[in-house]
Nanobody, 122 residues
Framework: VQLQASGGGLVQAGGSLRLSCTASGRIFSSSVMGWFRQAPGKEREFVAAIRWGVGNTYYADSVKGRFTISRDSAKNTVYLQMNSLKPEDTAVYYC????????????????WGSGTQVTVSS
């Protein structure tokens, strides 16, 4: 599975962005597609995930109520709608696939995209 993330950019605080991640190859219903982010000098952290088959969603506390993860199965694409952005959301955002189960640990994910930069100015 190859993943291609897009949609990052520069936005002012309070603004919105929508990230997309398209997968080539089959995504099984038991798989989870997740978003992680890594800010300069910090470890990569979990942001959100969606179970491909049933669509259950999971969020980090820091983004709950502001970010929404969704998927379009026909397009093999997962989205991350980010609203009310804050400067602390500035990071490189990565999409990833975990073949089975659900984890918030990046080491449990099997496939990774190349990342897209999100910069939120104050």
């Amino acid at each position: 599975v190859q993943l291609q993330a897009s949609g990052g950019g520069l936005v002012q605080a309070g603004g919105s962005l929508r990230l997309s991640c398209t997968a080539s190859g089959r995504i099984f219903s038991s798989s989870v597609m997740g978003w992680f982010r890594q800010a300069p000098g910090k470890e990569r952290e979990f942001v959100a995930a969606i179970r491909w088959g049933v669509g259950n969603t999971y969020y980090a506390d820091s983004v709950k109520g502001r970010f929404t993860i969704s998927r379009d199965s026909a397009k093999n694409t997962v989205y991350l709608q980010m609203n009310s952005l804050k400067p602390e959301d500035t990071a490189v955002y990565y999409c990833a696939v975990e073949r089975n189960g659900l984890s918030t640990k990046d080491s449990d994910y099997d496939y990774w995209g190349s990342g897209t930069q999100v910069t939120v100015s104050s």
